[in-house]
């Protein structure tokens, strides 16, 4: 498979691809704010025909189906597929493919995606995919990244560790990744152009929960593996790496710490849309 998303592609089969496989139960809990508001805009999928972008190990998945939905996963990844497949146990059509190229045979009710449109090298021809996989009146939902230094859970760590990896710079903006769709009036006109009416673009604060037991020494050996912080730390030598947990352990997660807990403030969109009927 190549295409527009080939960095991607390669990018989400090799390490990260793995880590995000092997680290799934932590991360759902990370995001459950993220996904409980999903699962609420998203209503009676009763019979509904949904397509999951970049559903990853098939958390969201397994709660539209839940909900009665017939339910396509599309991802890059093939680690985070299998896992997907085994949560979905057959249940759901689980595809790798580039959701910015990638046509169902028929349209769906509901493009719905947790943190999966942000990666797209086109976003404009993306969206525009996106919108011919709808039935028209079909819905758009799903939820991205504001901008990073609007979301301390990942600018505080990466700024912790910053000198420990000198060539490490923060997320360029509009270029894809998690920080890919932030900017607010940017996100508006892709989805004008891609045809969509009735756009809301709304602010999402919550806390993203680094911990849940273990306090700042699990949060820091989270943190050392995704996010800016994870990419900084990604190629750095065993000391570099010990320096750095220690430094995020001591210093800058350790503040954060109640009775085991480490959450500090996530910052999202939560956009819905509709194509014209």
């Known amino acids: 498979m190549t295409g527009p998303n080939q960095a991607q592609l390669d990018y989400w089969n090799g390490r990260a691809g793995e880590k995000w496989a092997a680290l799934q139960r932590r991360l759902d809990r990370m995001l459950s704010k993220a996904t409980t508001t999903l699962q609420a805009k998203a209503g009676d999928l009763t019979d509904q025909r949904v397509l999951d972008v970049g559903c990853g190990t098939g958390e969201t998945c397994t709660l539209w189906l839940q909900a009665g939905a017939h339910v396509t996963g ?55 995919n996106l919108t011919r996989n709808l039935r028209p009146g079909g ?38 990744g998690p920080f890919g769709l ?27 929960c680094l911990a849940d037991v273990g306090g700042a020494v699990e949060a820091a050996g989270l943190v050392t593996q995704i996010g800016p912080s994870g990419g900084a730390l990604a190629d750095a030598t065993p000391e570099v790496r010990t320096t750095a947990t220690e430094r995020l352990t001591r210093t800058t997660l350790g503040p954060y710490e109640r009775d085991g807990v480490v959450a500090l403030e996530g910052a999202l969109w939560l956009v819905q849309a509709v194509r014209p009927a």
């Not at 890059?76 to 949560?87: E, F, G, I, N």
């Open 74 to 128: 599309v991802d890059l990844s093939a680690p985070m597929l299998a896992v997907a497949a085994d949560r979905t146990g057959g249940r759901a059509t689980l595809i790798q493919a580039d959701a910015s190229t990638w046509t169902g045979d028929a349209p769906f009710d509901l493009v719905v995606s947790r943190l999966g449109v942000m990666f797209f090298a086109d976003p404009d021809e993306a969206f525009a």
């Open 139 to 176: 819905r758009l939902l799903f939820v991205c990244w504001r901008a990073f230094d609007d979301n301390p859970w990942v600018h505080i760590p990466f700024d912790a560790v910053r000198d420990l990896a000198p060539a490490a710079t923060p997320p360029v903006p509009h270029a894809p």
């Open 182 to 208: 932030a900017d607010e009036v940017r996100l508006a006109g892709i989805l004008a152009r891609a045809g969509f009416v009735d756009v809301t673009i709304e602010a999402l604060d919550f806390p993203v």
